[in-house]
């Protein structure tokens, strides 16, 4: 009985803690907090018993407390334990931050019970059996995590940050429900393990296509992609407990909708390939206007949108292994970077700077591209890449422009040495990390998520695309120093920094300028 009870504990542990959090007789009551925390770390560690029954007995899915499909179950895998432990980890951090940082103010305990509750329904819907509880603790998510981000109502950033999210967030329930509606119909099931299995022997049809149409976009508005990001770069005005939340959990929900239905979204390449399409530009876009942002808060919220836009690229590659990776090490740094912003100018200021760094010539770049692509290959023949499918490869080889511009750093004529032996050993642990680390995701996930398929022809235009755009970005970044002083530059990042003007176009069309509570 305890087999099927302990993938509860984590989700109900919270609850508890909402519930005592908001029937308490002082909104800002201390034991209330205290309590939260202790329920936190209970669900931690609740959900290191869970990985450990898995090692022991292996995936399963908890018997259905319900009726006709409709009612409780824990689906318990791979990937649902990891992202049990990522967000309970993360939630006690952000728990234990939260009643430091809102001591003594007035409705503390409200925030509490909202945060909490907001926890509780994120481990629903990561550990969800059945389509049922995956969409009705999708729904009460975005519902609690509205709450919070509308703490400060008075706030007019917020309410406008508020009202546009409550848009997207219920278009994407609505995709998500109907999607759930559809896979129940086509495969006569609600119960999720059963669907993939049947998804992954080719079952399904027209039902899967449509359902997995259904689950991109509830993706791509749960993910902030463009041009529906505009929300997320301005919920700054929340508490930052609530920023560190939404930017290393709530968000995360997009690309885990796409990785927990992974077989079904293998069924339809063209939305796939549409994935890979807008992913990679909110990833570029995300990323060229974050370099222009002067506030810290404002820079890492467009850099949620860059990452998640990069998560989503590696789903339309169908490499979704990858993209489980990507949601756990971005989780990790965005909540210790969220937490940490407030002390982030003094971190930055004491570090110390290894000497003045020279504009790079045109050959230190075309030098330092070139480097990075033969250690990319040297370290790829050391782990096997001639087995490798060639997403995977095309994935490593953009990482790898990152390297470059790392190495065009190090390699410019002023540079001191110290930097330079710093970027090359740095670039060289990045090639090796990244190939590492893919083996033991890869064997980890075996058997749960489905393996990447041959390219196809799409996948091969998908993958030429992306190389020659990530390459072009990578190499007009590196070469900045060297035409930074033209007129256009200057325009260019004006431009850039205002996020082209998309955000403030949605604005006009939703209304989103204007004072009135969200709807």
């Not at 292996?58 to 319900?66: E, R």
């Amino acid at each position: 009985m305890w087999t099927s009870a302990l993938p509860l504990l984590p989700a109900m542990a919270l609850t508890l803690a909402a519930i005592v959090a908001a029937t308490g007789r002082q909104w800002r009551s201390r034991n209330s907090a205290l309590f939260a925390e202790i329920a936190a770390l209970i669900a931690f560690f609740g959900s290191v018993a869970i990985a450990w029954q898995l090692s022991q007995h292996g995936s399963f899915t908890t018997p259905l407390v319900g009726v006709g499909g409709i009612g409780l179950s824990m689906r318990v895998d791979v990937v649902s334990v990891v992202m049990l432990l990522l967000v309970t980890f993360i939630g006690w951090v952000v728990v234990r931050y939260s009643a430091t940082y809102l001591d003594g103010e007035q409705r503390q305990g409200r925030f509490t019970a909202l945060l909490c509750a907001t926890l509780a329904c994120v481990l629903m819907v990561v550990s969800a059996g059945n389509l049922f509880q995956l969409a009705v603790a999708w729904i009460a998510t975005s519902l609690f995590l509205h709450k919070l981000l509308l703490f400060y109502p008075e706030r007019i950033a917020a309410q406008r940050a508020a009202r546009k999210k409550f848009v997207a967030a219920r278009i994407g329930d609505l995709s998500l429900l109907i999607a759930s509606g559809v896979l129940a119909y086509g495969y006569a099931t609600t119960d999720i393990a059963s669907i993939l299995a049947e998804a992954r022997l080719g079952e399904g049809g027209p039902y899967a296509v449509a359902a997995a149409v259904l689950i991109a976009l509830a993706a791509i508005l749960k993910s902030a992609q463009f041009p529906m990001h505009g929300w997320l770069t301005e919920v700054m005005e929340a508490p930052t407990p609530v920023s560190a939340l939404l930017h290393a959990g709530v968000i995360n929900a997009g690309g885990f909708i796409l990785i927990r239905f992974a077989d079904v979204m293998l069924a339809a390449p063209g939305v796939l390939a549409a994935l890979a399409l807008l992913g990679g530009f909110t990833a570029l876009f995300g990323g060229l206007v974050m370099l222009t942002q002067p506030a810290v808060k404002t820079s890492l919220a467009w850099s949620t949108v860059a990452q998640m836009g990069f998560m989503i690229f590696q789903c339309g590659l169908a490499l979704f292994p990858i993209a489980l990776l990507h949601i756990v090490a971005h989780s990790l740094y965005k909540a210790h970077a969220f937490l940490a912003s407030g002390s982030a100018v003094e971190l930055i200021a004491a570090n110390r700077r290894p000497g003045p760094v020279a504009p790079p010539s045109a050959g230190t770049i075309g030098k330092a591209f070139a480097i990075s692509l033969v250690m990319y290959g040297l370290v790829g023949l050391g782990f096997g890449i001639a087995d490798k499918s060639p997403q995977a490869i095309a994935l490593g080889a953009i990482l790898i422009f990152g390297v470059a511009y790392l190495l065009v750093q190090g390699l410019a004529d002023a540079a001191p040495r110290e930097l330079t032996q710093r970027m090359v050993i740095y670039s060289t642990a990045a090639a090796a990390g990244y190939f590492a680390l893919q083996a033991a995701v890869i064997h980890l996930t075996s058997g749960t998520l489905p393996a990447t398929p041959p390219a196809s022809p799409l996948d091969w235009a998908m993958i030429v695309i992306a190389l020659l755009t990530f390459g072009f970005v990578a190499l007009i970044q590196s070469a900045f120093p060297l035409w930074s002083h033209h007129p256009a530059a200057a325009s260019l990042r004006v431009h850039l920094s205002n996020g082209l003007y998309a955000n403030a176009y949605l604005d006009r069309l939703l209304g989103g300028w204007s004072t009135k509570s969200p709807a």
